[in-house]
């Protein structure tokens, strides 16, 4: 009985009936109700800080909400426990992959439910299954048996909704799930869900990705500052009013015209070699004032070049020029910190100290020049951080709040001014734009555009080619560590770039 | 008139604001405030069993003991903050000891330059574990651990087990005279406090400490010569362990292997008690003085009372693990935020 008035959708698979979190004096999410009905998609969008997340996590049973209800099947769940949200058939697949890579892929699939015959794991029947499950779910190559290191990331992410699917899970949380997949792939992943659905799974999808969302979803709900902004539904979504609900009135899409200063070589590269194999190495000559956007596949060297000119290392030969004066490949370490700066790809594991102030975080490169005899010189501390916290618009308590309790466009401010705080000619910014939200980016795209405006140069590496566009229209193409094209038109197009950067 | 000059000042606005810094440290940072219940339950404890606690010579005892074991552990902190460990800060100690007391006796070298000798010892070892964990990639744990076993053997050939050498006069000295009401040892361990707590929050390297042992391999990319802040950490706890062997040996007038045995469990034990996290980037010097008087005053307290002298050690692994659960609840409060 009840399952037919749940396939009709009167009574809804997962209910969240006026759910609020605070966190101190912060509200996190206030009143929101939220529905999910059966075999269908309801896409949840956000800027960070909008409570996506905790909106998750509360019905993950990770987050204890003040008040408020979590029903499935109009069964109210406890609060605040993951095990009976599981129970319950919910199930969440977050970002970071959470399989054990030295497991063989049928062995994460019966993780702590492993089957038993005779007081032995009985790995053929475990292996049976896995390949059953896996051609039900469409096959995407994946052997049962091969270590789960051996796939791509897209297949682990297979693997693991799969897995949630063997557990009967009814509500399949997915949790930026593209993020780190290509455009082939998340057709892909859309596939699987469209047959999750026809098997009456209810799927929430969380993305910063507004296109993706729209194609995938049944349902859209905006989250904005804790609050249900919007709620669509398929026959009348509207992108524009869904943007608009997403931001806010706080800022708007702006284009800022590219302006160059005077026409003189700021920054110029010549025969940078990344490898052996590379006869001509990597050349190119940028104005003052001029962006350059770097493409490529996954593995095409993007990053090795950026912390190759950051004097990280690994450039085995050529020269660049900064402003007339020479540096020889093995002279680059010394350029660290000087005119280039670097902003590197994973802003947690590699850029910032979580545990520690923004204002801490802002200064650490330049404490030596903000000191006098190695004392720290707070005044001007204060005085530099403060500016730069209002230029990059960070929205946070103060300059003391730890960086850890910031969302992810923030955290990434936080980051870009430290790369920008000595004013530095070069600067290299490797995915500067990953995992930002839609205000957070125009506002980050702002910032490092009239940062090149006053005469700098900047190469940026991004994924997404709109990015890229939206910064430049200079755009140099790897492939194998080598350059494989330079494109420079006024007027780009997206099409043309991701197609040449499909062919590379 | 004295009435209403207390009544203005209990009202005065600056006060009230102090009052209400203090309220929202508590809020905001459980941890700063968490390392002083050590001390405060030891006071209490102290006043309830032990009759005297409170007297003139006991508190010349304790203090002693804090400065000791302070200028010990502040080094420890050091090396903890960037995510090390040093387990040879005990044998270190008697190495130091035993260096001076030999050579005083044997030879006719000035005790001033034997002192510095010492420390020149300190040095070298120090620079010898940030060789092995910089240069040779092992774990601090193994690579002190090596080095506190060497070390032991080292006075063990040297001192054949038996009391030996003769202190010299200039450490009785240190180790009996006072400064005002302070013992010279406490003083020390006092000034090294400030001078630390300075050095962390006021100076560039302080800021690198934490950067390095928060997330060294950003800290690399920040352009923080993360190498020299490890060097210059162990060679700092080394020669604070020189330091403070000397002064120990300096109170108790001789010398011999044990004297600094279990040195190295203990400052481990005050930094960790005192809010140092043993993952690295979180810590500081007031707060590990709070640790040094938890753990000094808990041995204080049970020699006074005349209690079970073993259950020093219960009393202490009850405390870390106190102070354990407290830090990770404060970790996973954090979590729950982001």
Redesign the interface.
């Given at each position: 009985m009840t399952n037919r008035l749940e396939g009709r959708g009167i009574i809804p698979l997962l209910q969240v009936e006026s759910v609020s979190k605070k966190y101190g004096e912060n509200v996190v999410l206030a009143n929101i109700d939220f529905s999910l009905q059966a075999g269908t998609v309801h896409g949840v969008i956000g800027q960070n800080g909008a409570g996506k997340s905790t909106l998750v996590g509360i019905i993950s049973g990770i987050v204890v909400p003040d008040s408020g209800d979590v029903r499935v099947s109009d069964n109210p769940i406890e609060h605040g426990s993951p095990r009976a949200a599981l129970s319950a058939g919910i199930a969440t697949v977050y970002q970071e992959l959470s399989l054990l890579p030295e497991l063989a892929v049928y062995e994460n699939m019966f993780l702590g439910d492993e089957i038993v015959k005779n007081r032995r794991l009985d790995s053929s029947e475990m292996i049976e299954q896995t390949r059953a499950l896996l051609s039900e779910l469409g096959g995407y190559g994946i052997d049962a048996a091969s270590r789960t290191w051996r796939l791509s990331l897209a297949q682990r992410q297979i693997v693991e909704i799969a897995r949630c699917v063997r557990r009967n899970v009814k509500v399949l949380i997915l949790d930026e799930p593209s993020a780190v997949l290509g455009s082939n792939e998340i057709s892909t992943l859309f596939e699987l869900i469209k047959r999750l659905n026809a098997r009456g799974t209810g799927v929430i999808y969380i993305s910063h990705r507004l296109a993706e969302v729209e194609q995938i979803s049944d349902q859209i709900t905006v989250l904005r500052d804790g609050c249900t902004a919007l709620l669509q539904s398929r026959e009348n979504f509207d992108r524009p009013k869904l943007i608009r609900a997403m931001i806010g009135n706080e800022s708007s899409f702006r284009e800022t015209a590219h302006t160059k200063i005077s026409v003189t070589n700021a920054f110029s590269v010549d025969g940078l070699k990344l490898h052996n194999n590379d006869e001509v190495g990597i050349s190119f000559t940028l104005l003052r004032g001029e962006i350059l956007g770097v493409a490529g596949h996954t593995g095409s060297g993007r990053s090795r070049l950026l912390k190759g000119l950051a004097g990280l290392g690994g450039v085995i030969g050529g020269s660049i020029e900064i402003e007339g004066v020479k540096y020889e490949g093995k002279d680059l370490k010394k350029l660290k910190g000087l005119s280039v700066r670097y902003l590197p790809e994973d802003r947690k594991k590699l850029g910032l100290f979580l545990d520690r102030s923004i204002r801490d975080n802002i200064v650490v490169s330049d404490v030596s020049t903000l000191s006098k005899f190695g004392f720290l010189n707070f005044k001007k501390i204060m005085l530099i951080s403060q500016e730069f916290f209002i230029k990059l618009r960070i929205r946070a308590q103060g300059l003391d709040q730890l960086v850890a309790r910031l969302s992810g466009g923030n955290q990434q401010k936080v980051l870009l001014a430290r790369t920008m705080l000595s004013a530095p000619q070069v600067l290299l910014l490797d995915e500067p734009l990953r995992g930002v939200d839609v205000g957070a980016k125009t506002e980050i795209i702002d910032a490092i555009k009239s940062h090149v405006a006053l005469g700098n140069v900047a190469l940026v590496v991004s994924s997404e080619l709109a990015d890229i566009i939206a910064l430049t229209n200079k755009v140099l193409i790897l492939r194998n560590g080598a350059t494989h094209s330079l494109m420079s038109k006024p007027n780009l197009d997206e099409n043309e770039l991701a197609l040449a950067v499909e062919n590379s | 008139m004295l009435i209403g000059h207390l009544g203005t000042r209990r009202l005065n606005g600056k006060n009230l604001g102090t009052a209400l810094k203090i309220n929202s440290l508590v809020k905001s940072s459980p941890l700063l405030v968490a390392p002083l219940l050590g001390p405060f339950a030891v006071i209490v404890v102290g006043f309830l069993f032990a009759s005297n606690f409170f007297s003139v010579g006991n508190f010349a005892n304790l203090s002693r003991q804090i400065g000791f074991l302070s200028v010990v552990a502040l080094g420890q902190m050091v090396v903890l903050l960037i995510k090390g460990i040093d387990l040879s800060v005990g044998a270190l100690m008697t190495l130091a000891m035993v260096f001076v007391a030999r050579n005083a006796r044997e030879t006719e070298v000035d005790p001033r330059l034997l002192i510095t000798g010492a420390l020149f010892v300190g040095v070298v070892v120090g620079l010898v574990n940030a060789y092995l964990v910089l240069g040779r990639n092992i774990p601090p744990f193994v690579a002190t651990l090596s080095m506190y076993l060497l070390l032991n053997g080292i006075i063990s050939i040297w001192t054949k087990g038996v009391p030996s050498g003769e202190v010299p006069q200039i450490l009785k000295q240190l180790g009996a005279t006072k400064v005002g009401i302070l013992p010279i040892p406490t003083a020390i361990g006092l000034g090294l406090t400030i001078c630390l707590a300075v050095l962390l929050s006021?100076?560039?390297?302080?800021?690198?400490i934490?950067?390095t042992g928060?997330?060294s391999?950003?800290?690399k990319?920040?352009?923080?010569p993360t190498g020299l802040v490890t060097i210059l950490a162990y060679v700092i706890c080394s020669v604070c362990a020189v330091i403070g062997g000397l002064l120990l040996s300096g109170y108790i007038g001789y010398v011999d292997r044990y004297l600094g045995q279990g040195w190295e469990l203990d400052s481990i034990a005050a930094a960790i008690v005192g809010g140092t996290a043993f993952a690295g980037?979180?810590g500081g010097a007031f707060r590990t003085l709070a640790g040094v008087f938890t753990i000094a005053g808990i041995s204080n307290v049970i020699l006074l009372t005349g209690a079970d002298r073993w259950l020093r050690f219960v009393s202490t692994g009850f405390v870390i693990i106190l102070s354990m659960v407290l830090q990770s609840d404060r970790i996973k409060f954090?979590k729950?935020?982001?």
């Open positions: - | 006021r100076t560039i390297f302080g800021s690198w934490y950067a928060q997330n391999e950003a800290a990319i920040a352009g923080i980037g979180r954090a729950n935020i982001i």
